[in-house]
């Protein structure tokens, strides 16, 4: 099976830029995760979905960041304007339900690495 | 809110020694998974072991085992016979098994390094 794929893998833009980072979660996963791992501030969730509809997005920095899952094989998260302290690794992950109603492991890809100068 | 703490930042152990990781977490749910994830210099997320809190025995794959004690909170990695390519970092993360809350919470993390 594949994992959760990510692209682009490597991306850097210029401050002011927008910058779209996509995801493609683990066929029949329930849960989509969005997280993002700076040397400052470890890993950190910025959003995530249950059957496409986001649960938490308390972890979206400010407005300048939107996160979108129009369909269960498919997830977009937009920095608009995209900033300096905005690079980082941006992963995202995928989970089953496990037993009765209860989560189950979660799947990372291998992240998008953002640079923006 | 969960809260998982990890309080040794680097660790290093000699090429076939085991090596434990410490994790402690607190919460207040009685239901939950914790996870070690490993992330070598490539930055992918690796599962290395899961546990789920109803079951008492130990999570146990090969070479990886954890000692979970949950009326301490406690939740240690060992890794024995440690290999070169087991040198990354290690994360020990909980997840709720509620609805609304089921989100991944990492802690710090544990650079591991390994001795020729």
């Known amino acids: 099976d594949a994992g959760v794929i990510q692209s682009p893998r490597h991306e850097v833009t210029e401050m002011g830029q927008e910058v779209t980072l996509r995801c493609k979660p683990i066929?029949?996963?329930?849960?989509l995760f969005w997280y993002r791992q700076t040397m400052m501030r470890g890993l950190e969730l910025l959003i995530y979905?249950?059957?496409?509809?986001?649960?938490?997005d308390s972890g979206m920095p400010e407005d300048r960041f939107s996160a979108k899952m129009p369909n269960a094989s498919f997830s977009t998260l937009k920095i608009q304007p995209s900033e300096p302290r905005d690079s980082a690794v941006y992963f995202c992950?995928?989970?089953?339900?496990?037993?009765?109603?209860?989560?189950?492991?979660?799947?990372f890809g291998e992240g998008s690495w953002l640079t923006v100068v | 809110a969960q809260t998982v703490t990890q309080s040794q930042p680097e660790m290093s152990v000699q090429e076939a020694e085991t090596v434990t990781l410490s994790c402690t977490y607190d919460t207040s749910e009685s239901d939950y998974y914790l996870f070690w994830y490993k992330q070598p210099p490539s930055r992918q997320m690796i599962l290395v072991i899961r546990?789920?809190?109803?079951?008492?025995q130990n999570a146990t794959e090969n070479r990886f085992s954890v000692n979970f004690q949950k009326a301490a909170k406690s939740f240690s990695l060992k890794i024995s016979d440690s290999q070169l390519g087991d040198a990354a970092m290690y994360f020990c993360a909980y997840r709720s098994a509620y609805f609304g809350n089921e989100k991944l919470t990492f802690g710090t993390g544990t650079r591991l390094t390994i001795i020729p």
């Open positions: 546990q789920e809190a109803y079951k008492q």
């Open positions: 992950a995928s989970s089953p339900r496990g037993r009765g109603r209860t989560p189950s492991t979660i799947y």
């Open positions: 979905f249950n059957n496409n509809v986001p649960i938490d």
């Open positions: 066929s029949g996963h329930d849960y």
